[in-house]
């Protein structure tokens, strides 16, 4: 009985410090990401396809200088139907500018979806901070034969 009870007070013990240490390295999104999620709206303009573009971007810091920037933004060229792009991107920041690339999946209003890269270069005038940020972005997309260049503006909100 005695032997019982020493083995649960120690197990008891023993789960308790486990606990406090996983509690004290903090949770597996703390260990991935090292600040907090921003997301919010973009828009700009595609200057060889004469489009304006409408969407959305997402930034998950890594690192003191790595950023995961997903977005995805809705093509709408002068008299031609809608389109759509989706981005997978990675940036590295240093102060206030930032450039990467990613991979990008293209489906214009008349064909099938593409597959291509792009390649970025922005700016922000935020402090690192601060709740909410703007962002200036000078971005290539180049896939089989067309390489198009957009200027795109956004926000981000701390979530």
């Known amino acids: 009985m005695k032997t019982s009870l020493g083995l649960a007070v120690a197990a008891v013990l023993l789960l308790t410090g486990e606990a406090e240490a996983q509690r004290a390295q903090g949770s597996v999104f703390d260990q991935i990401f090292?600040?907090?999620?921003?997301?919010?709206?973009?828009?700009?303009?595609?200057?060889?396809?004469?489009?304006?573009?409408?969407?959305?971007?997402?930034?998950?810091?890594?690192?003191?200088?790595?950023?995961?920037?997903?977005?995805?933004?809705?093509?709408?060229?002068?008299?031609?139907?809608?389109?759509?792009?989706?981005?997978?991107?990675?940036?590295?920041?240093?102060?206030?500018?930032?450039?990467?690339?990613?991979?990008?999946?293209?489906?214009?209003?008349?064909?099938?979806?593409?597959?291509?890269?792009?390649?970025?270069?922005?700016?922000?005038?935020?402090?690192p901070q601060d709740r909410s940020k703007g962002f200036l972005e000078f971005r290539w997309t180049v896939l089989d034969e067309a390489r198009p260049f957009r200027l795109v503006l956004g926000f981000l909100f701390q979530l």
């Open 34 to 127: 090292s600040g907090p999620i921003q997301a919010g709206p973009r828009f700009g303009r595609d200057f060889k396809n004469k489009a304006w573009l409408l969407g959305g971007q997402i930034v998950a810091p890594v690192g003191e200088s790595f950023q995961l920037r997903p977005s995805g933004d809705l093509l709408f060229p002068r008299g031609e139907k809608m389109g759509w792009q989706l981005n997978g991107d990675v940036a590295v920041q240093y102060q206030g500018v930032f450039g990467g690339g990613g991979i990008a999946f293209v489906h214009p209003h008349d064909g099938d979806t593409e597959t291509g890269y792009n390649l970025f270069l922005g700016v922000s005038t935020a402090e």
